[in-house]
């Protein structure tokens, strides 16, 4: 079996590769990697195989896995280090600081304060039904959910 | 920016007045592991001589290395492997002696590595290659392709007699060479698996013509098998565009789809009133329905 070890020291099977698939390889490969790297079974800072490592391990074409280290890295999922393995970068967003973040959110507040201004809602409903919206998003407890009024 | 190390262009070949291969026109960059599909007769090997100088064109040319391919000077051809469809070994000489012969052409031949392989492909350097299987002779054929280590390795149909572990031992030297990326590698197979994991271009040769050629993932993408589904029958005039091939069954109908682009799915289904459903198909399926 084929497994490598993340940055926590645990030990994971490596992606599973279907050649023969109507996916394209590329896409197989780009997905798995996308995907165990935002669920975290891929935290920052993991190393992954070397091309060669990958394209021998799977029997694919090297310039396959070249080409998806490529995309990665060019959406910041992962990260190219001189002479060492590609790892796994750390999420852009958290890097980022908060002010930079709110900008991003700029436009979107301002549609909800044009709306409510025109439905003659009051600053106090809005922060409410923010406050609800935002508790209903949260991820994890499930039992923290409010249901929306 | 690397000048490609083979480049086609308008090649034909006729034998005796039979046109053999037409119009075809390729390149193939340092990196590029190339998988060349066709029915039996469809050209390829006709093709592969075409790039290896064996024989010359009878309209447009091949470039090798930047050199016509029926001229090449004998340091290009030192960068040159060959694995024929059908081995040209010496019944009475033993596999050392073989490799021998082949070795004493190339001063670059690599020992370590010919060795290597020879041991871990088991095949049996004191066995003389007229006692030798059709496997084992094929395995053999591919050592001394690849034993001067060339820029350019071209294969025809190499697997044909191996068994699956073999074949896959096949396979990783290939990627080997591929993962050198200063190397290139053509091969025709009919072994479409095999095809599938190591190119990353696909020549379909159909017709003595390059029916299809581009990059692997591109044609997978490119193309689909569409399910059409409606509330109400659809009509006789019901026509998809691109369509190779449409079945129409009363509410439903699919069909095969050249140059699909995934954002062509919304209009599409508003146009044609049903819902649509794209199918992903298999190398093997393309092939297929490229050839109904």
């Known amino acids: ?149 | 920016m690397n000048s490609p190390y083979i480049a086609a262009r308008g090649l034909g070949k006729s034998f005796s007045g039979k046109q053999v291969l037409a119009d075809v026109s390729f390149v193939v960059e340092p990196g590029d592991v190339v998988g060349v599909l066709g029915k039996n007769g469809a050209g390829k090997t006709t093709l592969l001589e075409l790039v290896l100088g064996f024989t010359p064109a009878t309209s447009g040319g091949v470039q090798l290395f930047g050199y016509d391919s029926y001229r090449l000077p004998g340091a290009a051809k030192a960068r040159i492997g060959f694995v024929p469809q059908q081995d040209e070994l010496v019944n009475q000489l033993t596999a050392a002696d073989q490799i021998g012969v082949i070795a004493s052409f190339y001063p670059k031949w690599d020992d370590e590595l010919v060795g290597r392989l020879s041991r871990e492909w088991e095949v049996d350097l004191n066995q003389r290659v007229k006692n030798m299987s059709v496997g084992q002779r094929q395995k053999l054929s591919i050592l001394l392709g690849l034993g001067h280590k060339p820029d350019v390795l071209i294969l025809d149909e190499p697997v044909a007699s191996l068994d699956p572990v073999a074949r896959r031992q096949f396979l990783e030297q290939i990627i080997e060479v591929a993962a050198d990326g200063n190397r290139s590698v053509v091969f025709s197979s009919h072994i479409v698996s095999d095809v599938e994991r190591l190119a990353n271009k696909i020549w379909i040769l159909k017709d003595q013509r390059m029916y299809w050629q581009g990059d692997f993932d591109s044609l997978k993408d490119s193309i689909v098998r569409l399910h059409a589904r409606a509330t109400r029958p659809l009509p006789e005039s019901f026509a998809i565009p691109n369509a190779l091939n449409v079945q129409r069954n009363g509410t439903t109908a699919t069909a095969i789809v050249r140059g699909w682009r995934a954002e062509m799915q919304d209009n599409l289904a508003q146009q044609l009133g049903a819902e649509l459903e794209v199918e992903q198909l298999t190398l093997e399926e393309i092939f297929l329905e490229l050839h109904r």
């Open chain 1, 1 to 149: 079996m084929h497994y490598f070890t993340n940055a926590h020291g645990r030990r994971f099977r490596l992606f599973i590769l279907k050649p023969h698939s109507g996916v394209p390889i590329y896409r197989q490969l780009l997905e798995q990697v996308r995907r165990m790297a935002a669920s975290g079974h891929l935290p920052p800072g993991t190393e992954l195989p070397s091309i060669r490592e990958l394209a021998l391990k799977h029997a694919i074409n090297p310039m396959t896995v070249s080409k998806v280290y490529t995309l990665l890295e060019a959406e910041g999922v992962l990260e190219r280090n001189r002479g060492k393995p590609m790892t796994v970068a750390t999420p852009k967003r958290a890097q980022s600081p908060v002010a930079k973040r709110l900008e991003q959110l700029e436009p979107h507040v301002e549609q909800v304060a044009l709306a409510a201004r025109q439905l003659e809602l009051t600053e106090q409903d809005v922060v409410k039904a923010l406050h609800d919206s935002w508790e209903n998003t949260d991820e994890q407890p499930v039992h923290r959910r409010t249901r929306p009024r």
